[in-house]
């Protein structure tokens, strides 16, 4: 016994030393503080097994339409980097420009791998993905006027600020 407990205190200081030194886990990490410049619109058909974006005027049937909102953030970042928004998205708002009328109660977002599965357009947080926000995906729930549709899309941040873009103009059938 006498032998071996010379070798415990080292031991014990390696054993502090490792516990202390690892390095930090990601959730430990302080996140980078980035704000978003501004935003891209698509239109997007998602009547198959993975919305398709639509870039020209390509009929959509309205229970396979489907809006792409990608957040363009003001710097560029890296894929692995750890990221928070600065000003955090609070309400996605849809309005239809030819009536002049918010609609956004009519859309809901289609959750994916990189939203917390929440679809109300009043509650969206941002997720980062391989350096960029994820793009949000909101779908159409109901039957509007048949015919050439624009929706003009905002993002409204904690700040009042918003960054608003007009879809490319579709047909709804």
Same mark, same amino acid.
């Given at each position: 016994?006498?032998?071996?407990?010379?070798?415990?205190?080292?031991?014990?200081?390696?054993?502090?030393?490792?516990?202390?030194?690892?390095?930090?886990?990601?959730?430990?990490?302080?996140?980078?503080?980035?704000?978003?410049?501004?935003?891209?619109?698509?239109?997007?058909?998602?009547?198959?097994?993975?919305?398709?974006?639509?870039?020209?005027?390509?009929?959509?049937?309205?229970?396979?339409?489907?809006?792409?909102?990608?957040?363009?953030?003001?710097?560029?970042?890296?894929?692995?980097?750890?990221?928070?928004?600065?000003?955090?998205?609070?309400?996605?708002?849809?309005?239809?420009? %030819?009536? *002049?009328?918010?609609? /956004? $109660? =009519?859309?809901?977002? &289609?959750? +994916?791998? @990189?939203? %917390?599965? *929440?679809?109300?357009? /009043? $509650? =969206?947080?941002?997720? &980062?993905? +391989?350096? @960029?926000?994820?793009?949000?995906?909101?779908?159409?729930?109901?039957?509007?006027?048949?015919?050439?549709?624009?929706?003009?899309?905002?993002?409204?941040?904690?700040?009042?600020?918003?960054?608003?873009?007009?879809?490319?103009?579709?047909?709804?059938?």
């Amino acid at each position: 016994m006498r032998k071996h407990s010379f070798l415990i205190l080292p031991a014990f200081i390696l054993f502090l030393n490792i516990s202390f030194s690892c390095g930090e886990s990601f959730d430990e990490k302080e996140p980078e503080i980035i704000d978003l410049q501004n935003i891209e619109i698509y239109n997007l058909n998602n009547a198959g097994e993975e919305p398709v974006i639509v870039e020209d005027n390509t009929p959509i049937p309205q229970e396979a339409y489907a809006i792409r909102i990608r957040p363009i953030p003001q710097q560029k970042l890296s894929e692995n980097g750890y990221y928070q928004l600065y000003d955090k998205i609070t309400r996605i708002e849809v309005i239809d420009i %030819s009536n *002049n009328v918010d609609i /956004s $109660e =009519y859309f809901r977002i &289609i959750p +994916n791998q @990189y939203s %917390s599965g *929440n679809t109300e357009l /009043s $509650e =969206y947080n941002v997720y &980062i993905f +391989n350096g @960029y926000p994820a793009d949000i995906d909101i779908a159409l729930l109901t039957f509007l006027k048949a015919g050439e549709q624009r929706f003009a899309i905002s993002l409204i941040l904690e700040s009042g600020r918003k960054l608003s873009a007009v879809t490319p103009i579709t047909t709804l059938y």
